[in-house]
């Protein structure tokens, strides 16, 4: 089918990352994926992708400030006209590379917390990093970007909403991302700790939707409804191979930036071929495209067009068919998966065992063949 222009361009520069977030989106495998392209390569890719219609470019990772190529990068990227964002942890940002970020053109800085205490912040990221992210926030702000501040919810930090958003007011953020932990990589493997209750959720909801009637024309709240809880599917990506196209650190182009998961499916390497080809003609790109691809109850389904059966890789990982309805999906044969996940985060037990977090021991222990709790976990 044709294929419009690939609008954003995500460039994950690298899975290097200090920090070792237990609801990490990076492939749980990273470890095996250490050959990072080239400045020129990823130089070639701006290009291509910009002059195939990629109107925004965002530099992410694991932490794109290990690259020392960023600024350079960013430069590209600003002078060939794409609006320009860095996803961040923080770490690596002085206030002379900050500077240097500036002059090279960025337009946009993303800063991930964990949460608005130290306590919670650094035991999720297993880091000590909280001092270091409010000092970050200040050299963003005194280089006048807007600040976009994302936090991951999870059962372990849902109850901090109100402090949550109190904080990313008092640090300058223009826009506060309350994303609900979607159950990919990391987090799937940590589900049983992670996942909330629906009253947790409800609570958290309600204290989102005062704030953000209080605090209307100052600070943009957006909360990122978890897909377990709803019965309905998203759209994911809004729509495969429509929108997103996502460059990961090794070289494959990906319509999801999770979706090297899925098996029997070519996704083409940018250093053996155009971005172009990989985007129009590749079987990866074109496999999930539309709607003909769809098997019942997808297939004759009034909501088709509008979710486009949800996520290929939760349909991969929870049903072990990624041309499967999306198991969050009440019609799904496969929903009971999901109704026993959530069954487990009501009834509120301890977890039968601790989180694991992401490093690249535990990527090299999971991946190694026969591990126990090696992804996909489900089947
Ligand atoms: S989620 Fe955490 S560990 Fe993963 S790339 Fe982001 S900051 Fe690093
Ligand atoms: S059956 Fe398929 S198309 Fe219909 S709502 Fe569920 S996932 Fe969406």
Redesign the pocket.
């Known amino acids: 089918m044709n294929a419009g222009p690939p609008l954003w361009l995500l460039a994950e520069l690298t899975y290097r ?1 200090p ?3 237990a ?4 492939p749980v495998d990273f470890a095996r994926h250490e050959d990072e392209l080239s400045t020129e390569d990823w130089l070639r890719i701006l290009r291509e992708a910009r002059a195939l219609g990629a109107v925004q470019c965002g530099f992410s ?3 794109p400030l290990v690259r020392d190529d960023l600024e350079t990068l960013v430069a590209e990227a600003s002078r060939l006209g794409y609006y320009t964002n860095l996803l961040t ?1 923080g770490v690596g940002l002085t206030a002379e590379r900050a500077r240097a970020l500036r002059a090279a053109g960025l337009d946009h800085v993303q800063l ?1 917390f964990q949460d608005s205490t130290q306590e919670v912040n650094d035991f999720l ?1 297993h880091t000590r990093t909280f001092d270091l992210k409010n000092r970050v926030a200040g050299l963003i702000k005194a280089q006048g970007w807007p600040m976009v501040m994302n936090v991951v919810l999870h059962r372990l930090n849902i109850g901090h909403v109100d402090r949550i958003v109190e904080m990313a007011q008092a640090l300058g953020a223009e826009y506060l991302e309350l994303a609900n932990t979607q159950y990919y990589s990391w987090a799937l493997h940590n589900r049983e700790q992670l996942m909330p209750t629906s009253q947790q959720l409800r609570d958290a909801e309600a204290v989102v939707d005062a704030l953000r009637e209080r605090l209307a024309g100052r600070m943009r709240i957006f909360f990122v409804a978890p897909d377990y809880h709803e019965g309905r599917p998203k759209r994911c990506v809004n729509g495969w191979g429509s929108t997103f196209l996502t460059v990961t650190p090794d070289g494959l182009a990906l319509p999801c930036h999770t979706a090297r998961m899925l098996p029997g499916l070519a996704f083409p390497n940018l250093r053996e071929t155009s971005v172009q080809h990989a985007w129009q003609d590749s079987d990866g790109f074109n496999r999930f495209r539309g709607t003909a691809w769809m098997k019942e109850p997808c297939r004759s389904c009034d909501q088709r067009e509008e979710d486009l059966g949800g996520c290929r890789c939760q349909a991969f990982q929870l049903a072990g068919d990624a041309a499967a309805a999306d198991p969050v999906c009440a019609k799904s044969p496969d929903h009971a998966v999901v109704q026993a996940a959530l069954a487990i985060a009501e009834r509120g037990e301890p977890p039968a065992r601790p989180l694991v977090f ?1 490093s690249p021991a535990n990527s090299r222990r999971l991946d190694a063949p026969g591990a126990a709790g090696a992804l996909p976990q489900e089947r």
């Open positions: 990352c920090l070792h977030c609801f990490c989106y990076n990772g694991g932490e942890s991930s990221s992401r």
